[in-house]
């Protein structure tokens, strides 16, 4: 029977550790954080503080507030899973993952979140919230406690190269206790320097009409629906949902006006608060950017729901959107339009939002992100300054697709030809390795470079947009790569709405799969390959270039190659051999990808395992009690496949005729195996189940104990395996 004390032990493990004193000394008492060996967080200075002018100290009682970041786990794990979930013909293409089992397999634990919340609060910082997928911490206290707290201390600034611009930072790194180095990313908010910009463009001002326009002038949906062939799909958005990232805030009359004009009707938009902001009553200098997006959206995909996130213009506010839309997980698409320089942004923060976007792949979600409007010298606008090859974050993430921009001139509503913007962004980031499916560019060297596609976004052949003017709404022509984002992004809710009728996968992460469009024989009737025109480094060309990338859409030859009939790189024929359960010896000392009982996975030393430390321990109380342990995973077709796993019996039961407690094996619910109290054993036996007749299905593989109101039973499995040959 399983002794009690380890149930006492369980529940002890889940406490805060501020609660788990027996004795110790209490939190405000803890040492000084100098006291004890400290790790410094690497890049958490902004760039900016080398170039700017110290005046003073920040005053020790102002209060900041800060995001620190926590690592995720498993992170080869992670990467071998992203890989697989984008590559068709494995076992997990389009399998993606809830947000649930994202956080149980990769992301922090709940005790690593419970540490840092610890040294937090013991260091006098108030923890105002941590996000739901358990990556960021949020915690506000005064200058001198954040400065004690992160080894380093806050100064103000004036910024030379932005007309004498004031700000605050760190001087130094950031760093925590060695005991934390481990699970600590990143803390962002220690400045107020970086802020997003809107990647919109106005043609010959630098400013939206002080007198709108009566009627639309530029293109409508009409035009860039007929020129793409979005027209062409035969769909209208229905079922899917686009999340907009966003800075600022829209009025819905403008967006109304806009759907009356072009006789559009879809989904009321909404909005999704982040950190408390929502700038909708009395939106800012970025209300066209927001009313941009939602309408280019809109003249897409018409049916697709639309929730525009509206977070603070700050490192910390960026994180956080990013975190709450892949836990909410309510999205399949993320339009975003604005960015910032990546010389200008600490690597810390952009780690902490790529990790969220990390998790957007796993779980299905496309993300689509405009390049730049300063061409390949993004930091034009702010610090680095115009002398500096640079890209743009968000573009530049691997799990981004970055939408680079082109002139575009239409016949009636036909396409006639494509140029490319020449102040389009573009380039080779600094920050981020080149993806293995980013092949065939001719570009040499070992990091990323942006953009993946493009669209139209010259302002000079620009789009219809009915928005605010400097003194009341009407319409305005606007460009930039902050139109062609969203016009990629339409384009994935319609494929989402394609696919899914066609009971296939929706989109994902599409690099992967638009580089392998692009490098078969459908990529000509997929892409318009743009060949004339320049950003100021590099040149638009046959194929692959660093100002529009593979081109613009062929939007309905795309959707077919990207569903499989069109010539993309067609699943392998034949069945190639694997071992399909995630974790099958439980020696990560969690479930995952496991779905379990309280308690199931077990070290302890009563029940032996058969390899390593760990097994799955069902039943063993001598009391009616059931427990479960169960996983899905698909079954490629034409393999021939079998699950072995090795189990240990053992009773305290006497009789030799009658099974009062049993373990049930299913599949997909229907009993393929059964043992019980009579087949107990003094070791383990290798049990098999055949699962040829599951080929091409998705399965679930579930154990269930019964035990009854006396006398126990254990059933103990481990070394489990579904392979497939």
């Not at 004036?158 to 481990?182: H, K, Y």
């Given at each position: 029977m399983?002794?009690?004390?380890?149930?006492?032990?369980?529940?002890?493990?889940?406490?805060?550790?501020?609660?788990?004193?027996?004795?110790?000394?209490?939190?405000q008492a803890a040492p000084s954080p100098n006291a004890t060996a400290r790790v410094a967080l690497p890049q958490t200075v902004t760039p900016a503080v080398a170039r700017s002018h110290r005046q003073g100290d920040v005053p020790a009682d102002r209060e900041i507030s800060v995001a620190v970041s926590l690592k995720l786990r498993n992170t080869a794990e992670l990467d071998r899973f992203l890989t697989a979930v984008a590559t068709p013909g494995t076992a997990e293409y389009g399998h993606y993952l809830t947000p649930a089992q994202f956080t149980d397999r990769f992301g922090p634990t709940a005790a690593d979140v419970e540490r840092v919340r610890a040294?937090?609060?013991?260091?006098?910082?108030?923890?105002?919230?941590?996000?739901?997928?358990?990556?960021?911490?949020?915690?506000?206290?005064?200058s001198a406690r954040l400065s004690a707290a992160f080894g380093t201390h806050e100064s103000t600034y004036t910024d030379p190269q932005q007309g004498g611009r004031a700000f605050f930072a760190n001087d130094a790194a950031a760093s925590v206790p060695a005991e934390l180095a481990g699970l600590v990313e990143g803390v962002s908010?220690?400045?107020?320097?970086?802020?997003?910009?809107?990647?919109?463009?106005?043609?010959?001002?630098?400013?939206?009409?002080?007198?709108?326009?009566?009627?639309?002038?530029?293109?409508?949906p009409a035009a860039y629906d007929g020129a793409y062939r979005l027209n062409q799909l035969g769909a209208d958005?229905?079922?899917?949902?686009?999340?907009?990232?966003?800075?600022?805030?829209?009025?819905?009359?403008?967006?109304?006006?806009?759907?009356?004009?072009?006789?559009?009707?879809?989904?009321?938009?909404?909005?999704?608060?982040?950190?408390?902001?929502?700038?909708?009553?009395?939106?800012?200098?970025?209300?066209?950017?927001?009313?941009?997006?939602?309408?280019?959206?809109?003249?897409?995909?018409?049916?697709?729901?639309?929730?525009?996130?509206?977070?603070?213009?700050?490192?910390?506010?960026?994180?956080?959107m990013?975190?709450?839309?892949?836990?909410?997980?309510?999205?399949?698409?993320?339009?975003?339009?604005?960015?910032?320089?990546?010389?200008?942004?600490?690597?810390?923060?952009?780690?902490?939002v790529n990790n969220s976007f990390k998790q957007a792949a796993a779980q299905g979600i496309s993300i689509f992100s405009a390049s730049g409007d300063d061409g390949s010298r993004d930091c034009t606008r702010s610090t680095s300054g115009s002398t500096v090859k640079a890209v743009d974050f968000p573009a530049s993430s691997p799990y981004n697709t970055g939408v680079g921009g082109t002139n575009l001139k239409v016949s009636g509503t036909a396409y006639a030809s494509e140029s490319a913007w020449s102040t389009a962004g573009g380039g080779v980031s600094t920050q981020f390795a080149k993806p293995s499916w980013q092949t065939g560019t001719n570009v040499t060297g070992t990091l990323r470079t942006v953009p993946d596609v493009s669209s139209n976004a010259d302002p000079n052949s620009g789009f219809a947009i009915y928005t605010q003017g400097s003194t009341s709404?009407?319409?305005?022509?606007?460009?930039?790569?902050?139109?062609?984002?969203?016009?990629?992004?339409?384009?994935?809710?319609?494929?989402?709405?394609?696919?899914?009728?066609?009971?296939?996968?929706?989109?994902?992460?599409?690099?992967?799969?638009i580089y392998a469009v692009a490098n078969s024989a459908s990529y000509g009737g997929a892409f318009h390959d743009v060949t004339t025109g320049a950003n100021q480094d590099f040149p638009a060309k046959a194929g692959y270039d660093q100002v529009t990338g593979w081109g613009t859409p062929v939007a309905d030859g795309l959707a077919a190659a990207l569903l499989g009939s069109g010539g993309t790189t067609p699943p392998p024929t034949g069945c190639t051999a694997a071992q399909l359960l995630g974790n099958p010896g439980f020696e990560t000392g969690t479930a995952a990808p496991w779905t379990s009982s309280t308690g199931v996975v077990d070290n302890s030393a009563s029940e032996?395992?058969?390899?390593?430390?760990?097994k799955a321990w069902l039943n063993g109380y001598g009391s009616a009690h059931t427990d479960t342990l169960s996983q899905s995973v698909a079954v490629p077709a034409g393999c021939a496949a079998k699950l072995t796993f090795w189990l240990h019996v053992d009773t305290a039961e006497t009789s030799t005729t009658t099974a009062y407690d049993k373990l049930t094996v299913s599949v997909n619910g229907t009993t393929a195996a059964t043992y019980s109290n009579l087949d107990h054993n003094t070791g383990y036996a290798q049990r098999t189940v055949d699962l040829s007749g599951y080929a091409g299905q998705t399965v679930t593989v579930k154990f269930t104990g019964v035990e009854d109101a006396s006398l126990q039973t254990s059933f103990v499995v481990d070394d489990t395996a579904l392979t497939v040959s």
């Amino acid at each position: 029977m399983r002794p009690r004390s380890l149930a006492l032990a369980a529940a002890l493990a889940v406490l805060p550790l501020a609660a788990i004193s027996l004795g110790a000394v209490p939190a405000q008492a803890a040492p000084s954080p100098n006291a004890t060996a400290r790790v410094a967080l690497p890049q958490t200075v902004t760039p900016a503080v080398a170039r700017s002018h110290r005046q003073g100290d920040v005053p020790a009682d102002r209060e900041i507030s800060v995001a620190v970041s926590l690592k995720l786990r498993n992170t080869a794990e992670l990467d071998r899973f992203l890989t697989a979930v984008a590559t068709p013909g494995t076992a997990e293409y389009g399998h993606y993952l809830t947000p649930a089992q994202f956080t149980d397999r990769f992301g922090p634990t709940a005790a690593d979140v419970e540490r840092v919340r610890a040294f937090l609060t013991a260091q006098g910082l108030r923890v105002d919230s941590v996000s739901a997928n358990r990556q960021v911490v949020n915690a506000t206290g005064t200058s001198a406690r954040l400065s004690a707290a992160f080894g380093t201390h806050e100064s103000t600034y004036t910024d030379p190269q932005q007309g004498g611009r004031a700000f605050f930072a760190n001087d130094a790194a950031a760093s925590v206790p060695a005991e934390l180095a481990g699970l600590v990313e990143g803390v962002s908010g220690l400045n107020d320097h970086t802020v997003r910009t809107s990647r919109i463009a106005k043609p010959g001002a630098a400013a939206p009409q002080a007198t709108p326009l009566a009627t639309p002038s530029g293109f409508g949906p009409a035009a860039y629906d007929g020129a793409y062939r979005l027209n062409q799909l035969g769909a209208d958005g229905t079922g899917s949902t686009v999340a907009l990232w966003e800075f600022d805030g829209y009025k819905s009359d403008n967006l109304t006006a806009y759907d009356s004009q072009f006789g559009l009707s879809g989904p009321a938009v909404s909005t999704v608060s982040v950190d408390g902001a929502n700038y909708d009553s009395a939106p800012g200098g970025g209300q066209g950017e927001v009313e941009l997006d939602s309408e280019i959206v809109r003249g897409v995909a018409p049916k697709a729901t639309q929730l525009v996130y509206e977070a603070p213009n700050s490192d910390q506010g960026e994180i956080d959107m990013a975190a709450k839309i892949v836990a909410d997980n309510r999205v399949s698409v993320i339009s975003i339009s604005w960015g910032s320089c990546e010389p200008d942004t600490t690597a810390a923060s952009m780690t902490a939002v790529n990790n969220s976007f990390k998790q957007a792949a796993a779980q299905g979600i496309s993300i689509f992100s405009a390049s730049g409007d300063d061409g390949s010298r993004d930091c034009t606008r702010s610090t680095s300054g115009s002398t500096v090859k640079a890209v743009d974050f968000p573009a530049s993430s691997p799990y981004n697709t970055g939408v680079g921009g082109t002139n575009l001139k239409v016949s009636g509503t036909a396409y006639a030809s494509e140029s490319a913007w020449s102040t389009a962004g573009g380039g080779v980031s600094t920050q981020f390795a080149k993806p293995s499916w980013q092949t065939g560019t001719n570009v040499t060297g070992t990091l990323r470079t942006v953009p993946d596609v493009s669209s139209n976004a010259d302002p000079n052949s620009g789009f219809a947009i009915y928005t605010q003017g400097s003194t009341s709404p009407g319409w305005q022509v606007y460009g930039g790569t902050s139109a062609a984002a969203p016009l990629w992004s339409g384009f994935a809710a319609l494929y989402n709405q394609k696919a899914l009728a066609a009971a296939k996968p929706v989109l994902g992460e599409a690099n992967p799969k638009i580089y392998a469009v692009a490098n078969s024989a459908s990529y000509g009737g997929a892409f318009h390959d743009v060949t004339t025109g320049a950003n100021q480094d590099f040149p638009a060309k046959a194929g692959y270039d660093q100002v529009t990338g593979w081109g613009t859409p062929v939007a309905d030859g795309l959707a077919a190659a990207l569903l499989g009939s069109g010539g993309t790189t067609p699943p392998p024929t034949g069945c190639t051999a694997a071992q399909l359960l995630g974790n099958p010896g439980f020696e990560t000392g969690t479930a995952a990808p496991w779905t379990s009982s309280t308690g199931v996975v077990d070290n302890s030393a009563s029940e032996a395992a058969h390899g390593g430390s760990w097994k799955a321990w069902l039943n063993g109380y001598g009391s009616a009690h059931t427990d479960t342990l169960s996983q899905s995973v698909a079954v490629p077709a034409g393999c021939a496949a079998k699950l072995t796993f090795w189990l240990h019996v053992d009773t305290a039961e006497t009789s030799t005729t009658t099974a009062y407690d049993k373990l049930t094996v299913s599949v997909n619910g229907t009993t393929a195996a059964t043992y019980s109290n009579l087949d107990h054993n003094t070791g383990y036996a290798q049990r098999t189940v055949d699962l040829s007749g599951y080929a091409g299905q998705t399965v679930t593989v579930k154990f269930t104990g019964v035990e009854d109101a006396s006398l126990q039973t254990s059933f103990v499995v481990d070394d489990t395996a579904l392979t497939v040959s």
